[in-house]
């Protein structure tokens, strides 16, 4: 059965707990209790083995890593790399909102995939 890595906004953000009954494959999730090296190390083979790897943001986001990581991973592998922005923990500032719809361009002339729905996501991870 395929898998899809849950990457992008964790910061008690709940948006995983709502996709996750959606999906018809298996997951990664990568938010662990206590972040060390070995969950660093999980995280790292995970995404580079799943099936898809999908970020989501929210405006819950506090850095900017997982858009590095989406960059990245369009980059190194667009085959499997899926985008989303999400206003599930509330609306995004308009200026931060300009930033994702053009990073959700980057990664799609990278070859990769941007979705603006869960039920998108849901159809794109079969």
């Keep these: ?13 709940k948006w995983r707990e709502t996709l996750i009954p959606q999906l018809k494959i ?3 999730n990568p ?3 206590e972040w060390n090296d070995q969950a660093y190390q999980k995280e790292l083979s ?11 943001l929210t405006a819950k986001m506090k850095g900017v890593y997982s858009i590095a990581e989406v ?4 980059n190194k592998r667009p085959e499997k790399t899926i985008f989303c922005y999400s206003e599930h923990d509330g609306e995004f500032d308009p200026t931060i909102l300009k930033s994702l719809k053009a990073v959700g361009k980057m ?3 990278n070859g990769g995939q941007w979705c603006l729905t869960f ?4 159809k794109k991870m079969t």
């Design 119 to 122: 039920e998108e996501l849901s």
């Design 71 to 74: 960059i990245d991973d369009s």
């Design 46 to 56: 995970e995404r580079e083995n799943c099936d898809y790897c999908l970020y989501v």
């Design 107 to 109: 990664v799609e002339k």
């Design 26 to 28: 298996n997951y990664f």
């Design 31 to 33: 938010v662990v209790p």
């Design 1 to 13: 059965m395929k898998k899809v890595f849950l990457g992008g906004t964790c910061n008690n953000s």
